[in-house]
């Protein structure tokens, strides 16, 4: 005989006005900036190891960038002031070639050395001839005559030490985020290793009886785990690890047992914010909303819904010190309250990359609801959006092509094809 699972009780009655997108969104970079992530140390790591990860303090350049006045062409070395007043052109004698790597003697008076991209231009030159503008265009051994172009710039073609970079000066501030171009610029200067900010340890938790890992045998009435593996895909980034998910059957003990065990300073893998799907809803068996009402479990917590379809019913909590954010269960629910409520708190604390928000025109008529924003799944084409299967947050291999989401405000009547709308690009 199945057992008979008690159902919920609300210690906490759940909140039934409305709060709008942007308060919870505000109430979700509040609740992460309070977890101990904030509080953990930074750890240095080596430059191929950073990518994309946060500087945890400003990365000052012990030399100048470029270290040397150098070429920017490849040509001739010369003295501005022998080319001048001389008609159209002038002729010059070839000093020594400087080959780039090596470190050339001075230029005389009167002669024009042949000089490489990059290559250190030597002491007493101060512009560089192209090799295509001179005759004959190509490199003369020493002694020989070239002829130039009379009346040459001073400091054309010329990359000055310090042009880039001064010594002593910030080559990445604290807070950004390390791109290749920031990761060249450190190993530029010397570099090996950079002090990174430490990832944000994130533990997931699906819930529901109904709910099996795929691979697993399936009963009649229960359904494979999408949510996990939408979870971990949305929360690809280097700042930001996984380290764990647990599945809750709909008992009470199973994820008060689960929220102890993986206390701070209980576990080595104690995360510094809990994300879980479903068990937050009207049902009588919602586990997540039953065990965070609870005082004695959770130092705060409250359940309500958001102006906002999908993923109305939403739940903030902190336990143990930890950030708790609870999404609804269905799998296009959870997936948009992670990008709506999730990726821009993660952006604010520096943890993950934005999503630009643009306006561009929609090629479907699409019908907004009163007083909710609907959000709707669309494939951008790099020109305009289109929308991506039906409205149902249960739908999700119909959405399988979205890469933007449509912020629709609430109102009462159908958007026309071609009009313009808000878009979220996910690309």
């Known amino acids: 005989m199945t057992p008979v699972k008690p159902p919920t009780s609300h210690s906490t009655p759940h909140r039934h006005e409305a709060r709008s997108v942007e308060e919870h969104a505000g109430a979700v970079v509040k609740l992460l ?70 470190r050339p003697g001075p230029l005389k008076p009167g002669h024009a050395a042949p000089v490489m991209t990059g290559a250190p231009v030597p002491a007493g030159a101060d512009a ?7 005759e004959p265009s190509e490199f003369l051994e020493a002694g020989r005559t070239v002829r130039l172009p009379a009346d040459q710039e001073m400091g054309r073609f010329i990359r000055p030490a310090g042009d880039d970079v001064a010594a002593g000066t910030t080559v990445v501030a604290s807070g950004e985020r390390l791109t290749p171009l920031a990761l060249g610029s450190c190993a530029a200067a010397g570099l090996t290793r950079v002090q990174v900010r430490p990832r944000l340890r994130i533990g997931l938790i699906t819930t529901g009886d109904e709910v099996v890992a795929p691979g697993q045998d399936r009963g009649p009435a229960q359904i494979f785990d999408s949510n996990a593996q939408i979870l971990r895909a949305a929360l690809t980034d280097p700042c930001l690890e996984i380290v764990g998910h647990f599945h809750v059957p709909d008992h009470d003990d199973a994820l008060r047992h689960l929220l102890s065990s993986h206390a701070p300073g209980e576990s080595a893998e104690a995360p510094d914010l809990w994300i879980s799907s479903g068990g937050i809803s009207e049902g009588a068996f919602e586990v997540v909303r039953r065990v965070l009402s609870d005082p004695e479990v959770a130092e705060f917590s409250e359940f309500l819904h958001v102006a906002m379809q999908p993923g109305g019913p939403q739940g903030l909590a902190q336990v143990n010190g930890v950030p708790f954010l609870c999404f609804p269960g269905n799998p296009i629910s959870t997936w948009v309250s992670t990008e709506m409520f999730l990726r821009p708190a993660l952006v604010r604390w520096g943890a993950a990359s934005s999503c630009p928000e643009t306006q561009v025109r929609c090629k479907d008529e699409l019908h907004p609801l009163p007083g909710r924003m609907r959000v709707v799944r669309a494939y951008w084409d790099g020109s305009a959006v289109r929308r991506v299967g039906g409205y149902g947050s249960h ?3 119909a959405a399988v092509s979205t890469n933007a989401l449509i912020l629709l405000p609430p109102g009462s009547e159908p958007v026309p094809a071609g009009s313009l709308v808000s878009v979220r690009l996910m690309v």
Request: with cysteine; proline share 6%.
């Open 33 to 102: 900036g309070q977890g101990p992530w904030s509080e953990r140390n930074p750890e240095w790591v080596e430059l191929h190891q950073a990518a994309g990860r946060v500087a945890a303090c400003d990365v000052v350049a012990a030399l100048d960038l470029p270290p040397f006045t150098n070429s920017q062409m490849d040509g001739y070395a010369v003295r501005a002031a022998d080319t001048l007043g001389a008609g159209q052109v002038v002729d010059l004698t070839v000093a020594a070639t400087v080959a780039a790597g090596y």
């Open 128 to 134: 560089v001839v192209p090799i295509e503008v001179v």
């Open 395 to 397: 739908l999700l291999a």
